[in-house]
Structure formats: structure tokens, C-alpha cells
């Protein structure tokens, strides 16, 4: 009798885990993606290169260099050391949490961020006042990863519009379509139109 007592029962939890819980570990929709959240968190690192590297290279410019003005100068500084690195943190936040609550619309909101950040890169590789390879490679590196976060996150934004679409219904998909592209004509104006 003593050892019947010292079973447990089937229908106890065997841990602390709620029933929501236990229904979402075991369900088999997609949840956030790994490559993207490991190509978020390189980008993360890669900003705070970006933008000292950047900044460095002004002042080094400046100092080195003939600069046509000083407002020239400052303007360039702010960008590089304010505007980027605030809008594509931003943009890596809503991927990231795009990423982690599988919601299209915030895909999109971080791929509109991304334009913009796109577009500042693009200065710095095509129209400042004087242009270095270095300039060049380092912003080729992050046209490179913010492309590529952009196909990982076209891809998540219709994963996630089609395991929820009772939630986004068509709306989901036309809507990272519609920010992928204008992210991407972005880049594509970078590299097609240049100062020369």
C-alpha cells in the first residue's frame, strides 16, 4: 500500500510549467529564426564598428585633407555618429523582435528603418566630399549584411504571414513585400548612381 502511495500520478506536471506553456513547446509552428538572430547580433557588433570607424576617418579627413567647410564636416559627423548608428540599432531592435513574435508588420517597420540606414551608407560610399577605400570596404560590409538580413528577413516575414494568417491575413506578406523592396531600390540606386 506504502508503494502505490509513492507513485505519482500520469496527469500531475512533472514541473513547474503552466499548460500554455507545455501546448507551445510541444506545437509545431516556427518560432524565431537562428540565422537571423545570429546575423542580427553581428550587425549589432558591426555598427559600433561602423560608425567609429567612420567618425574616425572624418577627422582624420579633415585634419589630413582640404575640407571644402566646416558645416560639411559636422554634418558628415552627425550622420555617422548620430543618424546611423540610432536608425539601424532601431531597425536591428524591430528585426529582432520581429524575429521573436513572428509578426510581419514589424518586419516591415525594420526594413523601412533600413532604408534610411541604407541610404546614409550609400553617402558615405558614393557622395562625401573625399572618398577612401577604406570608406568603400566598410560600407560594402554593411550594404552586405543589411542585404542580407533583408532576404532572411523577407523570408521570416512570409513564414510567419502564413502560420498566422487568421492574425495578418493578406495584409502580412504585401507588407514586407512592399518594405523589401523599398529597402532594396534603395541599395540598388547606391550602387547604380554614383557622384562621378
Avoid at 42 to 47: G, S
Avoid at 67 to 79: C, H, K, Q, V
Avoid at 95 to 103: M, W
Amino acid at each position: 500500500m506504502m508503494h502505490s502511495l509513492a507513485k505519482s500520478s500520469p496527469k500531475e506536471p512533472r514541473t513547474n510549467e503552466t499548460p500554455q506553456q507545455v501546448s507551445s513547446t510541444t506545437s509545431n509552428e516556427p518560432h524565431s529564426w537562428l540565422s537571423l538572430a545570429i546575423l542580427l547580433w553581428l550587425d549589432h557588433a558591426y555598427t559600433g564598428i561602423y560608425a567609429v570607424a567612420t567618425g574616425c576617418l572624418l577627422v582624420y579627413k579633415k585634419i589630413d585633407r582640404e575640407s571644402p567647410n566646416d558645416g560639411t564636416f559636422f554634418l558628415e559627423l552627425i550622420l555617422a555618429l548620430v543618424v546611423y548608428p540610432a536608425t539601424e540599432l532601431l531597425r536591428l531592435h524591430w528585426g529582432s523582435v520581429a524575429n521573436l513574435i513572428e509578426s510581419p508588420f514589424t518586419t516591415c517597420t525594420a526594413n523601412l528603418c533600413g532604408v534610411v540606414t541604407s541610404l546614409v551608407v550609400g553617402y558615405f560610399i558614393r557622395h562625401q566630399f573625399f572618398i577612401l577605400d577604406v570608406d568603400v570596404i566598410l560600407g560594402s560590409i554593411a550594404l552586405s549584411l543589411a542585404a542580407a538580413e533583408l532576404l532572411l528577413a523577407v523570408i521570416t516575414g512570409f513564414i510567419f504571414s502564413t502560420v498566422h494568417y487568421s492574425e495578418y491575413g493578406k495584409t502580412g506578406p504585401i507588407l514586407v513585400t512592399l518594405s523589401a523592396a523599398l529597402m532594396l531600390g534603395a541599395m540598388i540606386v547606391i550602387v547604380s548612381f554614383g557622384s562621378d
